[in-house]
C-alpha cells in the first residue's frame, strides 16, 4: 500500500510537472493577427508564408487573417495560402464599408486562385474586419495579443470606433486596451517621408496612430527597401506552392526586382514574432500623419511609438527571412 501511494504520488507530480510545461509553453506562444492588404503588392505573400512557418515551429498561433483590401481577390488569396500551410479554417475578414480596393498588377493573384483550392469566391463574402477583430480579441487572455498590419489601417480605425456589441460590452477602444499586448505596423517613412501604406487610407492612418492605446512599433520604408528576397525560392525544387507561384510570376516583370523583392511586410512579421532585440535599434517618439500622407517624427523618449533601424547586416537578414518564406507545410513533409 505505500509503495502503491509512493507510486501515485510520482506520478502525480509526473502529470503537475507536464501541465506546467504545456501552460508555460502556451503562455510563451505568439497570439498573432495578421492583417494585410495582400494584392498591390506581393511580400505579404512572403510574411503571410513566414509567419505559417512560425505557428509550425510552435512560435505562433495565428488568430486571424484579415484584408484592408476589398478587391475581390484578396481574401481567396488569403484563403489559398492558409489552405497550402494546412490552415483552411483561419477567420478572415475585411472591410464592409469604405476602404481601398486594388488588384495585383502582375496577375498573381488570379493565377493561385484559378490553381490552387479554395472555397471563398470572393473577398465580399467574408465577415466584416471589425467583428472578426472583436470576436477574437474577446475571446483571448488580457495582454495577449500581438496585430501585425501590413497594409492600410482601415480595419484598425474601424475596430477603435466600434461600440459595444451583441460580441462584447467593450468598445472597441477598451478591447484593444484589455486585450492587445502589441501593436507592429509596417507604414512610414522614418524620420519623415510618404509611404504606400499611410497615405491610400491616410485619414486611418492618422487616427489609428493617434487613437491607439498601447505602443506601436514601426518598420519603415527604407528597412525592407534594402531587404530582397525571392530568388531563392523561385531557383528551389520546391513544387505546387502558391508561394513560389506568387514570387515566379511576378519578380521577372519589374527590373527593380532582379535581386529580389523588396521585403517590408516580412520585416513587420519578423518583429512580431522576434521583437527587435538583435535585429534592429529603436527610436522612441510619436508619428505625425500630415493631411497629405506623410508622415514626420518627433522624438521622445516617453513616446508610445517606435520606430526600427537596421541593425544585422542585411544580407545575414534577407537569408534569415528567405529562409523562413521557404517552409514547406508540415502536411507535405509527412
Known amino acids: 500500500m505505500k509503495q502503491l501511494n509512493l507510486l501515485t504520488i510520482l506520478v502525480l507530480i509526473i502529470f503537475c510537472s507536464c501541465a506546467q510545461k504545456n501552460k508555460n509553453k502556451q503562455h510563451l506562444l505568439k497570439k498573432i493577427i495578421f492583417d494585410t492588404d495582400l494584392g498591390p503588392d506581393y511580400d505579404d505573400v512572403g510574411a503571410l508564408a513566414f509567419l505559417h512557418a512560425m505557428a509550425d515551429s510552435g512560435k505562433v498561433e495565428i488568430l486571424a487573417t484579415v484584408s484592408s483590401n476589398k478587391h475581390e481577390l484578396v481574401a481567396p488569396s488569403i484563403e489559398v495560402i492558409n489552405t497550402y500551410f494546412g490552415r483552411s479554417e483561419l477567420a478572415i475578414g475585411a472591410p464592409k464599408k469604405e476602404g481601398v480596393n486594388l488588384?495585383?498588377?502582375?496577375?498573381?493573384?488570379?493565377?493561385?486562385?484559378?490553381?490552387?483550392?479554395?472555397?471563398?469566391?470572393?473577398?465580399?463574402?467574408?465577415?466584416?474586419?471589425?467583428?472578426?477583430?472583436?470576436?477574437?480579441?474577446?475571446?483571448?487572455?488580457?495582454?495577449?495579443?500581438?496585430?501585425?498590419?501590413?497594409?492600410?489601417?482601415?480595419?484598425?480605425?474601424?475596430?477603435?470606433?466600434?461600440?459595444?456589441?451583441?460580441?462584447?460590452?467593450?468598445?472597441?477602444?477598451?478591447?484593444?486596451?484589455?486585450?492587445?499586448?502589441?501593436?507592429?505596423?509596417?507604414?512610414?517613412?522614418?524620420?519623415?517621408?510618404?509611404?504606400?501604406?499611410?497615405?491610400?487610407?491616410?485619414?486611418?492612418?492618422?487616427?489609428?496612430?493617434?487613437?491607439?492605446?498601447?505602443?506601436?512599433?514601426?518598420?519603415g520604408f527604407e528597412i525592407g527597401w534594402e531587404i530582397r528576397t525571392g530568388l531563392k525560392i523561385i531557383k528551389s525544387e520546391i513544387k505546387n506552392s502558391p508561394v513560389k507561384d506568387v514570387f515566379s510570376i511576378s519578380i521577372p516583370l519589374s527590373a527593380e526586382d532582379k535581386d529580389g523583392r523588396m521585403s517590408w511586410d516580412e520585416t513587420a512579421v519578423l518583429i512580431g514574432v522576434y521583437g527587435t532585440e538583435g535585429f534592429f535599434n529603436t527610436v522612441r517618439g510619436k508619428i505625425i500623419v500630415n493631411p497629405d500622407g506623410s508622415n514626420t517624427w518627433e522624438d521622445n523618449p516617453e513616446g508610445k511609438h517606435v520606430y526600427v533601424k537596421q541593425r544585422m547586416p542585411v544580407s545575414q537578414m534577407s537569408m534569415f527571412i528567405e529562409e523562413r518564406m521557404m517552409h514547406i507545410p508540415v502536411s507535405e513533409t509527412k
Do not use: C
Open 103 to 219: 488588384g495585383s498588377l502582375q496577375h498573381w493573384a488570379d493565377s493561385i486562385v484559378a490553381k490552387y483550392p479554395h472555397i471563398i469566391k470572393s473577398t465580399s463574402e467574408v465577415a466584416d474586419a471589425v467583428d472578426v477583430y472583436r470576436k477574437i480579441l474577446n475571446e483571448q487572455p488580457d495582454k495577449s495579443v500581438t496585430i501585425v498590419t501590413v497594409g492600410f489601417l482601415t480595419n484598425l480605425a474601424n475596430l477603435l470606433k466600434s461600440q459595444p456589441d451583441s460580441i462584447s460590452s467593450l468598445s472597441g477602444k477598451n478591447m484593444v486596451l484589455n486585450k492587445v499586448k502589441k501593436l507592429v505596423s509596417m507604414a512610414g517613412k522614418f524620420p519623415e517621408g510618404r509611404e504606400f501604406n499611410v497615405y491610400m487610407d491616410s485619414a486611418a492612418s492618422a487616427y489609428v496612430y493617434n487613437n491607439w492605446p498601447g505602443e506601436i512599433t514601426f518598420t
